[in-house]
């Protein structure tokens, strides 16, 4: 089992539509929780971070945390083409090791 | 803003020849991490460095050396590159904000 799974996608939107991006993780003791977007050929850059059960909004970005489930979503209201992108799921562990999820693309369609 | 600099945007090198990435940060970070990046696979821990000359093996280390002698700097060795370690590196850095930045990444090519 990977430490951290998300699909890979394509999750296809239409403009306007609630984007909704799903990741399990596999350690129990998992502190602190990320969601990263990343357009192609540039690097990763940090929207959400999440560290404990409940949700976090920041504007059109939710996200939400189950540690009971192992779970953590990302909701993405009104979505617009230009969040067309793939968006990495990462979790820390012992040691502050960061390990990222494969990353789900986004499309969202004009 | 948290700088996180990588020596090299675009490498391309030899079979069998040693590689040196660096990447150096100015936010007197503890870790720092090396990943590579692949289509289908995503974001692949190589080594991480929780704080100076420690280190520690993440996914994928084999063919893969580190070097942390100095904080803010963290430099990734490949021994004898070989044509399947081409492939996107990036750097990252975290501090005691928690959240990791990244830098603008060193696209390899082993020919």
């Known amino acids: 089992q990977k430490e951290v799974e998300q699909n890979s996608g394509p999750l296809s939107v239409p403009e306007g539509a609630i984007a909704s991006l799903n990741c399990t993780y596999s350690?129990?003791?998992?502190?602190?929780f990320f969601w990263y977007r990343q357009y192609s050929g540039k690097s990763p850059e940090l929207i959400m971070s999440?560290?404990?059960?409940g949700d976090k909004e920041d504007g059109r970005f939710t996200a939400q945390l189950n540690k009971a489930s192992q779970y953590v979503s990302l909701l993405i209201r009104d979505s617009q083409p230009s969040d067309s992108a793939t968006y990495l799921c990462?979790?820390?562990?012992?040691?502050?090791?960061?390990?990222f999820g494969i990353g789900t693309k986004l499309q969202v369609i004009p | 803003d948290v700088k996180v600099t990588q020596s090299s945007r675009y490498l391309v090198k030899r079979t069998g020849e040693k590689v040196f990435l660096e990447c150096v940060q100015d936010m007197d970070h503890e870790n720092m991490f090396w990943y590579r990046q692949d289509p289908g696979l995503g974001l692949r821990l190589i080594y991480f460095?929780?704080?100076?000359?420690?280190?520690e093996k993440g996914d994928i280390p084999e063919g893969y050396s580190v070097s942390r002698e100095k904080k803010e700097r963290f430099s990734l060795i490949l021994e004898s590159a070989s044509t399947n370690q081409t492939s996107m590196y990036l750097c990252?850095?975290?501090?005691?904000?928690?959240?990791?930045?990244f830098g603008q990444g060193t696209r390899l090519t082993v020919v």
């Open positions: 350690d129990r003791g998992s502190q602190s």
């Open positions: 990462a979790v820390t562990g012992g040691y502050q090791k960061v390990t």
């Open positions: 990252a850095s975290r501090g005691g904000e928690v959240r990791a930045f």
């Open positions: 999440i560290y404990s059960n």
């Open positions: 460095s929780y704080d100076v000359k420690m280190k």
